[in-house]
Nanobody
Framework: VQLQASGGGLVQAGHSLRLSCAASRRTVSTLTVGWFRQAPGKEREFVTTITRGTDRTSYAGSVKGRFTISRDRSENTVYLQMNALKAEDSAVYYC?????????????????WGQGTLVTVSS
């Protein structure tokens, strides 16, 4: 499975961005897909996930109510809509795939990783 994250960029605080995670060699509907982020000098942290099968979602407290994860099966892509961005959202964002049917939030639960896309939010 190959996952490719895209859509990052430089935005002002309060604005929005939509990240994409495109899958190849496997349909995205057969994966639980998560988004993680890593800021300079910090550990990679969980942002959100959407489960295979039932599309249950879970969000980190810091993004709940501002970020939305969704799956488009026709595009074989998972999206991360990020609204009301804050400077502290600045990081490299990674999408990852897991064969789990459950909500999983740690990096070790994911077997496939994309290359990351940089999000910079200016205050």
């Amino acid at each position: 499975v190959q996952l490719q994250a895209s859509g990052g960029g430089l935005v002002q605080a309060g604005h929005s961005l939509r990240l994409s995670c495109a899958a190849s060699r496997r349909t995205v509907s057969t994966l639980t897909v998560g988004w993680f982020r890593q800021a300079p000098g910090k550990e990679r942290e969980f942002v959100t996930t959407i489960t295979r099968g039932t599309d249950r979602t879970s969000y980190a407290g810091s993004v709940k109510g501002r970020f939305t994860i969704s799956r488009d099966r026709s595009e074989n892509t998972v999206y991360l809509q990020m609204n009301a961005l804050k400077a502290e959202d600045s990081a490299v964002y990674y999408c990852a795939g897991s064969s789990s049917w459950e909500i999983v939030t740690t990096t070790s639960d994911y077997d496939f990783w994309g290359q990351g896309t940089l999000v910079t939010v200016s205050s």
